[in-house]
């Protein structure tokens, strides 16, 4: 049930060589998240909602030995069905649980202090995200949503502003506003997003030189696009940037 609106949970644990301070890029890739941090030394826990953004931000935290992370990932609109503010207050920042008016989200923090196993915390989402979806109907808006979104993700994020509301039948300015409720960013913004998550993938895997020509001006664009989405040049990105090969093994704490 939960497949055709949640990405993926995930965690993270600190491991035994990590260094004292870091810092890392998030990148955007058109989803959003729900965040559960818990500290084991200081019995302390969070949950925060993450919204959808459009360039990368810089994170950097202490090594903490303690401290567990678990996350909730969206695909893009589908945080509204448990998450009640439109998009558009969400977006580019992070927002504490008691910020946001949400029964589920409540729900999910009161189940998750009670046990932090990675088992217990997925059982326990699917019960709740679940169960908040029994008895929803499915609108016209969300089918039309959708549509505009099957368009925008196969079409790599190239298909036209204009193109997307002669296919799916519907005026640009309702098409904005729908956007600004269930995305948080415009259409065309959005699309920009998929075009490059599409770009960086293509990029680290065949020929920069095909990408330039098929979906850049020139150099200038790419260069400038990369360093939005992501903070670095094109040719200084490795496959390392986002996969951790600096240890062996994997010991945690």
Known sequence: MLRPYICCYWSALP?????????YEIIPDGCTDIIFEYDNKKQTSSIKYYGIFEGYFRTTE????????????FYPGSSAYFIREKAKDTAKKQVDLNQL?????????????QDTEISYLIASCDEILSHALKGGNISHQDLLLNNILY???????????????????????RMNRLFEERIGLSPK??????????????????????????EYYDQS??????????????????????YNTSF????KI
């Open 15 to 23: 491991y035994k060589k990590q260094i004292t301070e870091y810092s």
């Open 62 to 73: 202490q090594f903490n030995p303690g401290k567990m992370t678990f996350g909730i990932r």
């Open 101 to 113: 008016d949400s029964s589920v989200l409540k729900k999910l923090y009161d189940k998750m202090q």
């Open 151 to 173: 368009q925008i993700v196969s079409g790599h994020g190239t298909i036209p502003v204009e193109e997307l509301s002669k296919k799916e039948v519907i005026g640009q300015r």
């Open 189 to 214: 913004k959005f699309s920009q997003v998929i075009r490059f998550q599409s770009v960086l993938t293509d990029w680290l895997y065949y020929s920069p030189e095909t990408i330039i020509a098929a």
């Open 221 to 242: 664009h790419l260069i400038k696009d990369f360093k939005k989405r992501i903070g670095k040049n094109p040719s200084s990105i490795k496959m390392s940037d986002f």
């Open 248 to 251: 062996q093994s994997f010991n």
